[in-house]
């Protein structure tokens, strides 16, 4: 079991970025999937989950109206679609499948102008 994230960058406030988590060892479609993010001397936060079945829920209030959460499951590929960005956005993001205690490596979003 493999996740593999990508996408991350530095953009301006107001700004948007695409991340994408590439799975690879089991299917996306039968399992729930997280986004969380980390920025320096804070805690590992929940931003996003996608249930098995399509639903989403855990968006953390700050990011609510901002982030969707989708997946392919033809690509078998997790994102998270960040509009909208704000400075105190910029952290390491990070897809976790908990049901495979797996975690990608991280991709870092800078917003700054």
């Known amino acids: 079991v493999q996740l593999v994230e990508s996408g991350g960058g530095l953009v301006q406030p107001g700004g948007s970025l695409r991340l994408s988590c590439a799975a690879s060892?089991?299917?996306?479609?039968?399992?729930?999937l997280n986004w969380y993010r980390q920025s320096p001397g804070k805690e590992r936060e929940l931003v996003a989950t996608?249930?098995?079945?399509?639903?989403?829920?855990n968006f953390a209030d700050s990011v609510k109206g901002r982030f969707t959460i989708s997946r392919d499951n033809t690509k078998n590929t997790l994102y998270l679609q960040m509009n909208n960005l704000r400075p105190e956005d910029t952290a390491v993001y990070y897809c976790?499948?908990?049901?495979?205690?797996?975690w990608g490596q991280g991709t870092q979003v800078t917003v700054s102008s």
């Open positions: 976790n499948a908990p049901y495979w205690h797996s």
């Open positions: 060892g089991f299917a996306i479609s039968r399992y729930e």
């Open positions: 996608i249930t098995s079945v399509g639903g989403i829920r």
